[in-house]
């Protein structure tokens, strides 16, 4: 019993202040892990449930009414522009408690079938660098699980956040595309009624064979697909990072247009940056290359926002890579984002860096005596001249 009120204890403490969740919180739940960094992700989310209570308790430090100076709308309500990115939650297993702290939520990516994805270990961690490194191969609950998850959190517990159904039909080979097709289809349908809008994932750097889904013509079928479905809610892709040489960096573009062309909203950038085994921080990685998230993404990360926010001034922008402080925050919004998500920053620092994130630009806003919908508009004039 007094373990247990200890670790309660720590959790709340955790849950605010950064540094206390960087040498206390998160060094025990690695210990707890045997050092397995997917094991303490999934202890976390199994915590955030436990423990909803405290961050009920919490709740004013995070979604405070004095922030409503900083809502954007989704789906006709106004919410903070600060969320979770795909993968944080893959099954919405903790929607409900996250809701108290995110002003939105992009949970998946939801697929049909149930997958164990590749073998453990698939997860390693770079501790000085704050990077991430998985080659998971999408593993998931299923569509089924997720569905559930979602409607009970809407039905039963009054469940009002915004949330983002990130969602990808895997084709078992690049010769059976329509069987991504058809799961998408299903995938629209099953969780239409329930989300605020759709993120189509077709980057995860760690499944072969979504690779025959980025071309230009793909990309504008699955736009209509998904906006035909999301009607006037959001309907953005999710984009792998943005490679500055220009051969890539056309065929990025070639994309992103290709969806825009095809109704789509706009993008979430980025996703993470295909590397070889020997750049994974670990003796006895199995696979030959993993997905790098974290630090590492920040100029992807950039550069994509804005090339997008000068080609497509309207185009609706979620940044997401890397953004580990209010510094980062700030750039990111300055370089034309509408939003902010993030998950592997969160695993270094804690929830508490939303905290601070948010009171930094609020801080900086007063300061300057601009409303944030005026500061946005502002960005988008400078950046589209």
């Not at 247990?4 to 849950?15: V, Y």
């Not at 825009?260 to 993470?272: M, Y």
């Amino acid at each position: 019993m007094i373990l247990k009120w200890i670790e309660k204890k720590a959790f709340a403490k955790g849950l605010t202040n950064t540094q206390f969740f960087r040498d206390y919180v998160r060094r025990f739940a690695y210990r707890r892990a045997g050092g397995d960094p997917e094991r303490v992700h999934e202890m976390a989310l199994e915590k955030l449930q436990e423990y909803e209570d405290v961050i009920q308790e919490r709740f004013h430090d995070f979604l405070s009414p004095e922030l409503d100076i900083l809502k954007i709308e989704i789906n006709g309500r106004r919410f903070l522009p600060f969320g979770t990115a795909a993968g944080l939650d893959k099954n919405a297993d903790a929607v409900e408690p996250l809701s108290y702290i995110f002003g939105f939520q992009e949970v998946g990516t939801i697929i049909v079938n149930p997958r164990e994805g590749n073998k453990r270990p698939r997860v390693a961690v770079d501790e000085r660098n704050g990077d991430l490194f998985n080659a998971q191969g999408f593993p998931s609950k299923g569509l089924r699980h997720a569905r559930y998850n979602i409607f009970n959190y809407r039905k039963y517990r009054g469940g009002n956040g915004a949330i983002l159904g990130s969602i990808c039909g895997i084709p078992p080979g690049p010769e059976e595309l329509d069987v991504a097709f058809e799961e998408t289809e299903l995938l629209l349908t099953e969780l239409d009624s329930l989300v605020d809008g759709f993120v189509w994932n077709p980057f995860s750097p760690n499944t072969a064979a979504l690779t025959a889904l980025r071309t230009p013509e793909t990309f504008e079928k699955y736009a209509k697909l998904v906006k035909q479905t999301a009607g006037n809610r959001w309907a953005l892709v999710k984009m792998g990072p943005y490679d500055n040489k220009p051969e890539k960096r056309e065929q990025w573009l070639d994309l992103v247009s290709a969806w825009i062309r095809g109704g789509g909203d706009g993008i979430v950038a980025v996703n993470t940056y295909m590397v070889p085994k020997d750049k994974v921080p670990s003796k006895d990685w199995g696979y030959p290359s993993a997905g790098r998230s974290g630090r590492f993404l920040q100029p992807y990360r950039q550069q994509a926002i804005l090339s997008v926010r000068r080609k497509f001034p309207d185009a609706v922008i979620i940044a997401a890579g890397g953004i580990d402080s209010p510094y980062q925050a700030w750039s990111a919004f300055e370089a034309g984002a509408d939003a902010l998500e993030g998950y592997t920053p969160y695993t270094f620092h804690g929830f508490g860096l939303l905290r601070e994130i948010v009171y930094d630009i609020r801080k900086k806003l007063y300061l300057s005596g601009r409303t944030f919908q005026e500061w946005r508009k502002e960005i988008k004039e400078r950046q589209t001249v």
